[in-house]
């Protein structure tokens, strides 16, 4: 059943003890942080309905049951204003008789790295549930006649550090009913009352009023339930009080943009000293089955590596057992290689699981050559993207679970050439798409680190403007790009005031990245000026295609006064662009940046493609190669600070691009006529796949990175050679570029079917369902 817009019947919902207090000059602060509410409704069914659809939403979090079996949980991250809603059908766990929806809902009250708080606005903030099932003809809602209980299980908690603001779980069991979510519960101290309305009266149910009446001091005691607090939204200013949605501060709720997310259990090996292996990477919820007697503990870390400075930043928990039905989840995702556990009081851990929960990757594209090599490098390129594909593209599924700006061109990379299902690809760039007030998007989205007191990442706002261009190229969805143009055109403007009359950007402000590498930065940065010249050129062609000529007049003339600019950084006694105007300092990223830009003139076309190609002078350096978890931990010192000026020969050495921005460097070897060396390149990263998944440097970083996997997309853009001829793929372009292989074959999806290539020397074979253009070496 599809629900309409508009209005829903169900009402917001929460607790009776309040969220949310004043605070100076009438503003408003969370009474509680990390606020766990149970919710429960009975009802009686004569006969089981063929559908019973469902929708249901919660700030922030909320797993939803039926007779105890788990039907939907999100909602998924979302920005401070807007909020979704996730549908299905539960007519497969409804039964004649008795029979009780339940919800644990979740306010975390301060910031998480997948969640950014809401503004209240009048009463509503600071936690609310609302859902809606129809049940033949007739409707059960989010009302006044739900149950609720706050349980004392859970030891609320707070981020351990900025950088490291996922939140350790306590849980005691004795103190939580493991089946509250089913029908025959005693939901406490409750009169018995039939419901009011509908054909659902049949029986005695606990939802009349408290015998004792409200309490006044503290929670209630465990076992106690409640009725629930109706929340008094409102729509509109001045608007009469209405507690359903749409309301502020979410106005209209929207649909889950994405499918569910796939689940699938990992299990680990336990070893006799308590440390149990995965065998690699992981990414979701950590299922312990335990054995012992009550008030018998066991803790521990999810960790990339068992040393202490792994452990440090490892994602912590701990569970008291019960001493039957033990069997713990935690609530949020985490991730790591190793569960490292303690146990106490004799406590027996029988089995230690994942269950990973990532967005879908249906069968069909697939990418295979006469190097086994190769063939290990895409699969674990494809493996890190899946386990940083959640909700949202995020860096690493361990350390952060951040969906960072300008992380996730690669990952959309990946899933546009070796996923069916584009709904992240799609969703990801508007998701992100929650500009500041003067334009420029925040480094993070839907997180702690989207906050207005940080300062954001420039250049990750123009790798968006790269994911965009993506969609462009591979969607062809002009209703889609036309919204996110706008956002595109407030992220260029930004730098204007930064642009000098040589029509160079001079000291931007800001984290300015590039990548972990010690490319120069300082004064007049030449490889962001790449990378603005980049994203100029992609909003022309964009702009141009829609039919908008004056927003792609205005980009190519700054693109034509950037070129003229441009030039000062040609070294002709080296032969190469320089960073930037301080030193004679040379990377690959600014060389590869400026031939995606346009920026090079083709005179200078093989000189740019052979200091690309000369990976002897290539050195990497990172201040990550520190900071891995097998060494020394968090870096104590600002990483913004950590560019120093060059201590390496420049006239001798080019700085080397790290995983990340390799993604630039092969599209630039692209275009200067090399994509056959492209393959050979991609071997790099058999140094990276010691856990099955790429690590996010050379030499440090996390040990699963999605930014790192641009070997997934480059084996069938380039090697292969499978690109969109027209937007949309209503044309596709074939030219194969396989360098050292023998062979090579793959496929790659399109909104028309899967296209289908396979290269043995010269001989081509492509069934697709498009016309095909095929451009032979």
Same mark, same amino acid.
């Given at each position: 059943?599809?629900?309409?817009?508009?209005?829903?019947?169900?009402?917001?919902?929460?607790?009776?003890?309040?969220?949310?207090?004043?605070?100076?000059?009438?503003?408003?602060?969370?009474?509680?942080?990390?606020?766990?509410?149970?919710?429960?409704?009975?009802?009686?069914?004569?006969?089981?309905?063929?559908?019973?659809?469902?929708?249901?939403?919660?700030?922030?979090?909320?797993?939803?049951?039926?007779?105890?079996?788990?039907?939907?949980?999100?909602?998924?991250?979302?920005?401070?204003?807007?909020?979704?809603?996730?549908?299905?059908?539960?007519?497969?766990?409804? =039964?004649?008789?008795?029979?009780?929806?339940?919800?644990?809902?979740?306010?975390?009250?301060?910031?998480?790295?997948?969640?950014?708080?809401?503004?209240?606005?009048?009463?509503?903030?600071?936690?609310?549930?609302?859902?809606?099932?129809?049940?033949?003809?007739?409707?059960? !809602?989010?009302?006044?006649?739900?149950?609720?209980?706050?349980?004392?299980?859970?030891?609320?908690?707070?981020?351990?550090?900025?950088?490291?603001?996922?939140?350790?779980?306590?849980?005691?069991?004795?103190?939580?009913?493991?089946?509250?979510?089913?029908?025959?519960?005693?939901?406490?101290?409750?009169?018995?009352?039939?419901?009011?309305?509908?054909?659902?009266?049949?029986?005695?149910?606990?939802?009349?009023?408290?015998?004792?009446?409200?309490? =006044?001091?503290?929670?209630?005691?465990d076992g106690f339930w409640r009725p629930v607090r109706v929340i008094e939204a409102r729509a509109v200013v001045g608007g009469n009080p209405d507690a359903h949605p749409p309301s502020d501060p979410f106005g209209a709720l929207h649909p889950r943009p994405i499918p569910p997310l796939t689940s699938s259990v990992r299990q680990a090996e336990l070893g006799p000293?308590?440390?149990?292996?995965?065998?690699?990477? &992981?990414?979701?919820?950590?299922?312990?089955? &335990?054995?012992?007697?009550?008030?018998?503990?066991?803790?521990?870390?999810?960790?990339?590596? &068992?040393?202490?400075?792994?452990?440090?930043?490892?994602?912590?928990?701990?569970?008291?057992l019960r001493g039957h039905d033990d069997v713990f989840e935690m609530t949020d995702p985490v991730g790591g290689r190793y569960a490292v556990l303690e146990v106490t009081g004799g406590a027996e851990v029988a089995s230690v699981e994942v269950v990973e929960r990532l967005r879908p990757r249906p069968a069909g594209p697939y990418f295979a050559c006469s190097d086994?090599?190769?063939?290990?490098?895409?699969?674990?390129?494809?493996?890190?993207?899946?386990?940083?594909?959640?909700?949202?593209?995020?860096?690493?599924?361990?350390?952060?679970?951040?969906?960072?700006?300008?992380?996730?061109?690669?990952?959309?990379?990946?899933?546009?050439?070796?996923?069916?299902?584009?709904?992240?690809?799609?969703?990801?760039?508007?998701?992100?798409?929650?500009? =500041?007030?003067?334009?420029?998007?925040?480094?993070?989205?839907?997180?702690?680190?989207?906050?207005?007191?940080?300062?954001?990442?420039?250049?990750?706002?123009?790798?968006?403007?790269?994911?965009?261009?993506?969609?462009?190229?591979?969607?062809?969805?002009?209703?889609?790009?036309?919204?996110?143009?706008?956002?595109?055109?407030?992220?260029?403007?930004?730098?204007?005031?930064?642009?000098?009359?040589?029509?160079?950007?001079?000291?931007?402000?800001?984290? !300015?990245?590039?990548?972990?590498?010690?490319?120069?930065?300082?004064?007049?940065?030449?490889?962001?000026?790449?990378?603005?010249?980049?994203?100029?050129?992609?909003?022309?062609?964009?702009?141009?295609?829609?039919?908008?000529?004056?927003?792609?007049?205005?980009?190519?003339?700054?693109?034509?006064?950037?070129?003229?600019?441009?030039?000062?950084?040609?070294? &002709?006694?080296?032969?190469?662009?320089?960073?930037?105007?301080?030193?004679?300092?040379?990377?690959?990223?600014?060389?590869?940046?400026?031939?995606?830009?346009?920026?090079?003139?083709?005179?200078?076309?093989?000189?740019?493609?052979?200091?690309?190609?000369?990976?002897?002078?290539?050195?990497?350096?990172?201040?990550?190669?520190?900071?891995?978890?097998?060494?020394?931990?968090?870096?104590?010192?600002?990483?913004?600070?950590?560019?120093?000026?060059?201590?390496?020969?420049?006239?001798?050495?080019?700085?080397?691009?790290?995983?990340?921005?390799?993604?630039?460097?092969?599209?630039?070897?692209?275009?200067?006529?090399?994509?056959?060396?492209?393959?050979?390149?991609?071997?790099?990263?058999?140094?990276?796949?010691?856990?099955?998944?790429?690590?996010?440097?050379?030499?440090?970083?996390?040990?699963?990175?999605?930014?790192?996997?641009?070997?997934?997309?480059?084996?069938?853009?380039?090697?292969?050679?499978?690109?969109?001829?027209e937007p949309g793929y209503t044309r596709v372009r074939v030219a194969p570029r396989l360098g050292e292989l023998a062979w090579a074959r793959g496929a790659v999806p399109s909104p028309h079917g899967l296209i289908e290539v396979e290269v043995h020397g010269t001989e081509i074979k492509v069934d697709a369902p498009v016309p095909v253009e095929i451009v032979r070496?």
């Amino acid at each position: 059943m599809r629900f309409p817009p508009g209005r829903w019947r169900g009402q917001w919902i929460w607790s009776p003890r309040p969220t949310i207090r004043p605070a100076a000059r009438g503003s408003l602060l969370p009474e509680a942080y990390d606020r766990r509410v149970l919710f429960r409704r009975v009802f009686t069914l004569d006969e089981v309905p063929e559908t019973a659809p469902f929708r249901v939403t919660a700030d922030s979090r909320y797993v939803l049951y039926v007779n105890g079996t788990e039907l939907a949980r999100g909602p998924v991250r979302h920005g401070p204003r807007t909020l979704h809603y996730d549908t299905g059908d539960a007519a497969p766990a409804l =039964r004649e008789g008795r029979n009780a929806v339940a919800v644990l809902a979740r306010f975390y009250g301060h910031a998480t790295p997948w969640w950014e708080p809401s503004p209240p606005t009048f009463t509503l903030g600071g936690g609310c549930l609302v859902a809606e099932l129809r049940l033949g003809e007739e409707w059960l !809602v989010t009302d006044e006649t739900w149950t609720c209980h706050e349980p004392t299980a859970w030891t609320p908690a707070e981020p351990r550090h900025h950088l490291l603001s996922q939140l350790p779980e306590i849980f005691d069991a004795r103190k939580l009913d493991p089946g509250w979510t089913l029908p025959d519960h005693d939901d406490g101290p409750l009169n018995d009352g039939p419901l009011r309305d509908g054909p659902l009266r049949d029986g005695p149910l606990r939802v009349g009023p408290l015998r004792d009446g409200p309490l =006044r001091d503290g929670p209630p005691p465990d076992g106690f339930w409640r009725p629930v607090r109706v929340i008094e939204a409102r729509a509109v200013v001045g608007g009469n009080p209405d507690a359903h949605p749409p309301s502020d501060p979410f106005g209209a709720l929207h649909p889950r943009p994405i499918p569910p997310l796939t689940s699938s259990v990992r299990q680990a090996e336990l070893g006799p000293d308590l440390v149990a292996d995965f065998g690699q990477v &992981v990414s979701g919820t950590l299922r312990l089955a &335990v054995r012992g007697r009550a008030g018998s503990t066991v803790s521990g870390a999810v960790a990339e590596v &068992v040393t202490p400075a792994g452990l440090e930043i490892a994602n912590r928990f701990a569970y008291t057992l019960r001493g039957h039905d033990d069997v713990f989840e935690m609530t949020d995702p985490v991730g790591g290689r190793y569960a490292v556990l303690e146990v106490t009081g004799g406590a027996e851990v029988a089995s230690v699981e994942v269950v990973e929960r990532l967005r879908p990757r249906p069968a069909g594209p697939y990418f295979a050559c006469s190097d086994p090599e190769l063939d290990a490098v895409f699969l674990a390129a494809l493996r890190t993207v899946d386990l940083t594909s959640h909700d949202a593209y995020i860096d690493c599924p361990t350390r952060e679970q951040r969906a960072w700006t300008g992380d996730s061109v690669v990952h959309q990379s990946v899933d546009l050439v070796a996923n069916p299902d584009w709904s992240l690809a799609r969703h990801h760039p508007a998701l992100a798409a929650q500009p =500041r007030p003067d334009g420029m998007l925040p480094m993070v989205v839907a997180g702690d680190f989207a906050a207005q007191d940080l300062p954001t990442i420039p250049d990750w706002s123009l790798h968006w403007i790269r994911s965009v261009h993506n969609l462009y190229r591979y969607t062809g969805d002009r209703s889609l790009v036309a919204g996110l143009l706008a956002s595109a055109e407030g992220v260029l403007r930004w730098f204007l005031p930064f642009r000098g009359d040589d029509g160079l950007l001079h000291d931007v402000t800001g984290w !300015v990245l590039i990548d972990w590498s010690p490319v120069q930065v300082r004064g007049t940065s030449a490889a962001l000026n790449a990378l603005w010249g980049r994203a100029l050129a992609d909003f022309a062609e964009m702009a141009e295609w829609l039919g908008d000529l004056g927003r792609a007049w205005w980009a190519r003339d700054l693109h034509a006064a950037l070129a003229r600019g441009f030039e000062v950084f040609w070294d &002709v006694r080296r032969g190469a662009y320089r960073d930037h105007l301080l030193s004679g300092s040379v990377s690959e990223h600014t060389a590869a940046a400026a031939v995606c830009a346009g920026l090079v003139p083709a005179s200078r076309h093989p000189a740019v493609r052979e200091l690309l190609l000369d990976r002897a002078a290539m050195f990497t350096r990172s201040p990550m190669g520190a900071r891995g978890a097998d060494r020394d931990g968090p870096i104590s010192t600002d990483p913004v600070s950590l560019r120093p000026a060059p201590d390496w020969d420049v006239d001798q050495w080019v700085v080397g691009a790290q995983p990340f921005f390799r993604y630039v460097v092969h599209d630039a070897l692209a275009l200067l006529g090399a994509a056959g060396r492209i393959a050979g390149l991609c071997r790099d990263w058999t140094a990276l796949t010691e856990a099955g998944t790429f690590r996010e440097c050379w030499d440090g970083g996390s040990y699963c990175h999605g930014w790192s996997a641009t070997p997934a997309r480059d084996l069938l853009v380039h090697t292969l050679g499978i690109t969109p001829a027209e937007p949309g793929y209503t044309r596709v372009r074939v030219a194969p570029r396989l360098g050292e292989l023998a062979w090579a074959r793959g496929a790659v999806p399109s909104p028309h079917g899967l296209i289908e290539v396979e290269v043995h020397g010269t001989e081509i074979k492509v069934d697709a369902p498009v016309p095909v253009e095929i451009v032979r070496p």
